[in-house]
């Protein structure tokens, strides 16, 4: 299995392994499908998200608590593995990676494989093109939320609020509680950190 590979697999998903548990089959099925909803459309993720909550409650699955954190695992694990040349990875590698190092169970691996396996020329010609297409953010601003009473100003739980303006003029809010914004900021760190060491390197 290419290294890089393994590697951006375990920095990106890896921290979302605590929550596997709370997945099911039907679960993951759902999330699979609105991943490939989402590599196929313009559709923000807060359209395929909220397609993914209606999919499961008509079918009477109850959501659970991390479900957020398990839509970013199953699509980011997808588009990972979709950014790498056909054949980079093959399919017993994906497999032991996924069993092993993600510690989902047969069935699902089952699942996720043959998706990626039997449909990946689609998926990453989509993916490319919908990429490319998709609106860009021309403004950003933020803000912290708190909680205010009336005798004091509570702390606890305070959320950062972000603001987007995209190219086409619609905007997009996004809250994160203090905790993701914290892994925002170190995933950030790390994007810069490496874009810097392929800088340096030389080409020839």
Request: charged share 20%; hydrophobic share 40%; proline share 5%.
């Amino acid at each position: 299995m290419s290294s890089m590979f393994r590697y951006n697999l375990l920095r990106s998903v890896k921290p979302y392994t605590p929550f596997v548990p709370q997945l099911s089959k039907p679960m993951l099925r759902v999330l699979i499908q609105v991943s490939v909803h989402y590599i196929e459309t313009k559709k923000s993720s807060s359209e395929v998200l909220s397609l993914a909550i209606n999919k499961l409650t008509n079918s009477g699955q109850k959501l659970p608590p991390n479900f957020c954190e398990l839509f970013t695992m199953v699509f980011t694990l997808m588009q990972i593995y979709l950014r790498y040349p056909k054949g980079a990875v093959k399919h017993p590698e994906l497999r032991k990676c996924l069993l092993d190092d993600l510690n989902f169970s047969e069935e699902y691996v089952d699942d996720i494989c043959k998706v990626l396996m039997n449909h990946r020329d689609i998926l990453c010609k989509n993916l490319s093109e919908t990429k490319i297409s998709r609106a860009k953010m021309t403004q950003f601003q933020w803000r912290i939320n708190i909680s205010l009473s009336l005798n004091t100003v509570q702390m606890d739980n305070p959320t950062i609020v972000l603001h987007f303006k995209l190219q086409n003029r619609e905007f997009r809010t996004l809250e994160l509680p203090l905790s993701m914004f914290q892994q925002v900021r170190y995933n950030i760190a790390l994007l810069l950190n490496e874009m810097q060491s392929l800088q340096s390197r030389a080409l020839f």
